[in-house]
């Protein structure tokens, strides 16, 4: 005879379709429904399938990138785990953008009890490559299309003039705030370093520390490297693989 699901798994789960719910929603926000049905309705999902698969083979690399940071710091996780809680955060971020760093943080802490300051650390490393690879993209290009580049950079230019002169006196102020605050905190550093939450957010930063410096420590270099090869090449079929998806966009060649 099969278990009755109590009522607190129960409210559970429908605490987190309201929230999925929720997620939908601020991601269509404002969007017209006539017109997203007749654009659904002319589109060919032949590519909206294949680009649907591109991006969750992207979430199935990135989970398991994920997993070889953790191996160093004696965690080996679940497969399903890390993917599953990359996707979540995925779904954060169509809300809040940058909110899934936390929700894939926290949905794999509840899965692998694995600490948070750990997890952060890893998810900063990966922040770290995905910049160098954004930055070999950028370079790509800039080398394949230097013309059309250069076109719209000076197309740019009149925009970035005038909002300079209203950024200059917001970035001295942060610039002068945040060398007082450090110029405060060396100077106080021994009556707060002995108190009991900032024993606690210096031992948070180490195990953030450690879960940034895996990197170093990966057990398998290459295929850490082959993941994050593939992360990429999934994202780039995941947008160009839409864009046959509409009449509007065929035409766009690789």
């Known amino acids: ?74 965690y080996e996780t679940r497969v399903g785990s890390a993917i599953n809680s990359v996707a979540v955060g995925y779904l954060a971020n169509l809300a809040v953008p940058r909110l899934g760093e936390v929700t894939r943080c926290t949905a794999m802490h509840k899965a692998e009890d694995v600490p948070v300051d750990t997890l952060l650390g890893t998810v900063l490393a990966e922040r770290v490559i995905d910049l160098l690879m954004l930055g070999l993209c950028f370079l790509l290009v800039l080398g394949l299309k230097f013309d059309d580049f250069m076109l719209l950079a000076n197309q740019g230019g009149d925009s ?46 180490k195990g953030v520390g450690t879960g940034l410096l895996s ?14 090869l593939l992360i990429w090449l999934m994202y780039f079929l995941m947008s160009y693989l839409y864009f046959f998806c509409l009449p509007e966009t065929v035409h766009l060649h690789f």
Not at 59 to 69: A, E, H, K, S, Y
């Open 215 to 228: 990197v170093a420590r990966v057990k398998k270099p290459v295929l850490f490297i082959a993941y994050t």
């Open 1 to 74: 005879m099969s278990k009755r699901p109590s009522t607190r798994s129960i409210v559970q789960y429908l605490v987190f379709v309201g929230i999925g719910g929720v997620l939908l929603y601020l991601a269509f926000k404002g969007n017209d429904p006539k017109q997203m049905w007749a654009d659904l309705q002319r589109a060919n999902y032949q590519w909206v399938f294949m680009g649907m698969l591109c991006g969750y083979a992207a979430f199935v690399f990135r989970g398991l990138r994920w997993r070889l940071l953790l191996a160093p710091s004696g």
């Open 160 to 205: 970035l003039e005038s909002s300079g002169g209203h950024m200059g006196p917001w970035a001295l102020g942060a610039a002068a705030v945040l060398g007082a605050a450090l110029v405060l905190a060396y100077t106080t550093r021994r009556k707060w370093i002995d108190l009991p939450i900032s024993r606690k957010v210096i031992a948070f930063l």
